[in-house]
C-alpha cells in the first residue's frame, strides 16, 4: 500500500532504487540526508505500476510539506499567481507558503501517531494546527517489515521516533531565523575564502614570475649545476601546488555557497571532498603511471638487449629503444591525464546522472570533434604505424620530400628533422608519403671514379684498386667499420668524358660518410703514385645516401 497524497518530486542524482533478493528498495530522504528505505516485492512491482521508487517520492513529498510546505510551486509561479489574484481579486491559495493542504508553517515541534487501518497496516500520519483531519506519511508494508527483520508495529514504532526528530529539525532549520543566521555564515566563509583566494592568486603569480626568472638564468648559464635545477624543479612543483591550493579554494567557496542553502547537506559534502578526492585519485594515477612507464622501460630495455638475434639487429634495437621509450612514456602520461581527468569529472555532482539525451549529444560533439580533427588522428595512427614498423628511430639520416637530416624526435603526431644547417624541420606524419632510411641497420656508399681515355691500361686500374680495397678492409681501424667487403664492380659506362668505375662500401650505420672520405684519399694517392690518368675532375656519387654537397 502506498500513501494517498502529495507530490513527486526529482530525484538528486541518486539511484532511484536497489533490488536485493526479491525485494526493491529506496531510500526516503529529508533534507537530502537517508532517513529511512522502503520496500515493495518485485513480482507485485511487476503486477503493478507502484514500486518502491515512486513509493520513496511519494513519502518524501508528505514529509517535506511539513518543513517546506511552499515547495509545491517554483518562484515564477509563485509570481503568477499572485498577479492573477491582484487582477481577478481572487484567493487562490495553492502556491501560498503554508497554506497547501491547510498545514500552516509553525516552529512548534510535531507529533506523529501511528493508527490501524482496517486491513490491518499500520499508518503513520501527524496532526498539525490548520488542519481537521490527521495528515497521512506512510503505511507500513509487509515487505518493509519483512526486509527489516521486524513486526509491523515495532517497525513503525522506530519509524515513527526516527522521523519525529527528523523532522523537527528540518522545521528549524526552515525557521526564518535559522535561514538567515545559514545566509550570515555563508556570508561570512565565503568572504574568507575570498580573502584566501586573492592572497593565493598573488602569491601564485610572485611564484610564477620567479621561476619564469630562473628558467631564463638556467638556460643563460653556460654549465648547469645540479643545485640550480633542483631549485628550478622546487620552484615549478610549488607554484603547481599553489594553483592546486587556489582550485581548492573556489571549490570550498562553492561548497559553503551550497551548504547555505536546506537540504543540500550531502552536495555540499561531496563538493567538500571533491579536492582531496582529486589530489588523491591523481596521486594514484600518477603512481600507477610511474610503475607501468617502469615497467615499459624494463621490457623494452630487455627486448633490446637480447642475445639472441644478430648482430645488426642488436644494434638497431639499441637505436629504436631511445625511439620507443620516449614515446611508450608520452603514451602513457597522455593516458594518465585523460583517466584521472574523466575519473573526476565524472565524480562531479550530477554527471553521473546526466540524462541520456545530454549523453547522446556529447556523443554527437565528440564524433564533430573527430570530423574537424581527422588530420590529428591520421597523424596519430601514421605515427603508431611508424612505430610499429620500424620505419625511422632516433639517429636516422632520411630523405622526406627533399628534405634531408637527422632524426631527433619520432613523435605520435610529427617527426623532427634536423639538416645539416642545423635548423629543424617538424615533418606531420600523415604528410610522409615515401621516406629514404638511410642508416636503418646498414649504411652504404656508392663510389664513381671517372678514369681519363687516356689511361689505355686498366688492368693497372683494376690492380690498384684491389690492393687498396685489401688493404682498406685490413686496417684495424676503418675495416671495423665495414660489415661487408668492398666491392669492385668494374666499369660501369664510358662516356664522352672518360670510363666510369665504381666501388661499393658497405658500412655500419652511420659510418658510411667518414669511411667513405678515407677511401678516396686512399685511392687518389695509390692512382697519382702509379700514374693513372684520371678526367678532369673526380665524381663522386654516393648512391643517394647523402648528397654530394652535404658532405
Known sequence: MTPKNG?????????????????????????????????????LQESSSIGASVRARVIEGNLRALYHPDQICSWSERLSEGILNSILEGKSQVCRAGERYGLMRSNEPIALNIVQENNGLYEISVRVSGREASFPLLTITNADAEINGLDEKALAELWRDRLEKRLNYARQVYSPEQLQHRFR???????????????????????RQRTTRLQREHLERHQHHRWSELRLHFEQALTIAVLALMLTELVLMLAFGVMAIPGQLPLSMKLLLQPLLAIAKFVFISFCAYLLRSLVTFLLRQWSAAIDVPLQEQNRRQQRYRSLVRISHRLVNVAGILIVGFWIVLDVPGVRSTSTSLLLAGGALLGALAFVFQGLLRDFSTGLLMLL???????DWIEVDGIQGEVIDV?????????????????????????????????????????????????????VLAAEISDFKQDPLWGSRLIADPILRGVKRTSALGVHMQILLVTRAGEQWTTERE?????????????????????????????????
Request: glycine letters at 8%; charged letters at 20%.
Open 411 to 463: 613523435g605520435l603526431f610529427s617527426t623532427q628533422v634536423r639538416c645539416l644547417d642545423q635548423r629543424v624541420n617538424v615533418v606531420d606524419n600523415a604528410s610522409i608519403v615515401q621516406m629514404r632510411n638511410h642508416t636503418k641497420l646498414r649504411s652504404g656508399s656508392l663510389i664513381t671514379l671517372l678514369i681519363s681515355h687516356r689511361q689505355t691500361d686498366l688492368d693497372v686500374v683494376y690492380r
Open 7 to 43: 507530490p513527486t518530486p526529482v530525484t538528486h542524482g541518486y539511484p532511484e532504487f536497489t533490488q536485493e533478493g526479491k525485494f526493491e528498495l529506496a531510500k526516503v530522504r529529508i533534507l537530502g540526508v537517508p532517513a529511512i528505505n522502503v520496500a515493495t516485492l518485485v513480482p
Open 185 to 207: 555564515l555563508a556570508l561570512l566563509m565565503e568572504l574568507l575564502l575570498g580573502v584566501a583566494v586573492a592572497a593565493t592568486v598573488l602569491l601564485w603569480n610572485r611564484l
Open 389 to 395: 614498423e620500424d620505419r625511422c628511430a632516433i639517429g
Open 519 to 551: 677511401f678516396q684519399r686512399r685511392i687518389l694517392k695509390a692512382l697519382h703514385r702509379r700514374g693513372v690518368d684520371l678526367a678532369d675532375g673526380l665524381e663522386i656519387s654516393p648512391s643517394g645516401l647523402l648528397p654530394s654537397g652535404a658532405r
